[in-house]
């Protein structure tokens, strides 16, 4: 009357990558550059727009929500990107591989000094 539990698991599973169709997955390294080039300039010009609201009253009750929209909120979002921005840079140092330095053997070192 019912199905073995494999033979409904495998037909799950056909089901649900028929679902999945062909996504391509975004690699992390260009994820974390777009990240750090979208959010720090954003939350820096959120800190400008803060400063620039505050600045034109002198109430200090008027002041807390630039403070509060432009201050905290662009500070954390040019953190955020900065922070995604040194990811891609480590990204990016590891798939270069180890620095490869030139060395001086002993026979060459005599030439150089003269």
Known sequence: MT??????????????????????KLPADKVLLLAGCVLTPLGLSLILVGWYGAARTSKQYE???????????????????????VGHWVIAALH???????????????????
């Open 96 to 114: 270069a591989g180890p620095a490869v330095s030139p060395t001086i053997s002993g026979s060459d070192r005599s030439e150089a000094v003269g």
């Open 63 to 85: 002041q807390i929500d630039y403070l509060i929209s432009g201050g905290i909120l662009g500070g954390t979002l040019a953190i955020i990107g900065a922070v995604a921005y």
């Open 3 to 24: 199905e073995p539990v494999s033979a409904r698991h495998l037909e799950l599973i056909k089901a649900a990558e028929s679902l999945r169709g062909s996504r391509k």
